[in-house]
């Protein structure tokens, strides 16, 4: 579902090794520097703040492996945000273990029935918003140049699926500063996305274009959603 969701870290180093502790015991491997395929870090700087209240959720191969992150982190001295165990209320078969980040972000390894991640290592996301009603409206409107689909929706919460993967926008004290990005085919796609959103009226955050700081054929563009989270489509011509 995601081409890649960014967070910004108050500290690189110790954020870093927070997530290359617990997520190589689900066999997520680093891909390069604070990249865990579709997972990365930034480090906060003027204008772009650290993340606060993010919820994610990573797969774990067996419920054996949920007890394995959770226990690795306790012992390594994370806080712990929720004992492995089973949540009922997310799923008949839903298994969960909770830690926290070293900024106070919610880090989740799950084990359900449904087939493992093959795309990329975000199972889902949670964030939380002023609105849900005025999230779930800006979030439809990317969902066709996204190729993803509102799931379920209740005045609460309101869910995104993809092929693999989902995120929740869910009502309470917003999280700051996350960075989304849905991948494309086209540079064309990136563009009528742009257009789209800008025309309904929400914030650019950067006009469709190159970005080779990231590497040849970066095409991309960016809109604030209601909450002031920066959204990407992308299409990497490769």
Known sequence: MFDHVTIRVSDREASQRFYDTVLAVLGIEMTSKDEWDDWSLA??????????????????????????????????????????????????DYYGGFLLDPDGNSAEAVHYAEKLRDDGTVDHLWIRVRDVAASKRFYELVAPFGRFGLRYDSPERAMFAGRTGSFSVLSGEPTENVHLAFPADENATVDAFHAALTEAGYRDDGPPGEREIYHPGYYGAYVLDPDGNSVEIVCHNR
Not at 57 to 79: H, I, L, Q
Request: charged fraction near 30%; glycine fraction near 14%.
């Open 43 to 92: 480090p906060a700087r003027e204008g772009e703040p650290v993340t606060r209240r993010l919820h994610v959720g990573f797969p774990a191969a067996s419920y054996a492996k949920v007890d394995e992150f959770w226990r690795t982190g306790v012992d390594a001295g994370y806080r712990s945000d929720g004992e492995p165990g089973p949540r009922p209320e997310y799923g008949d």
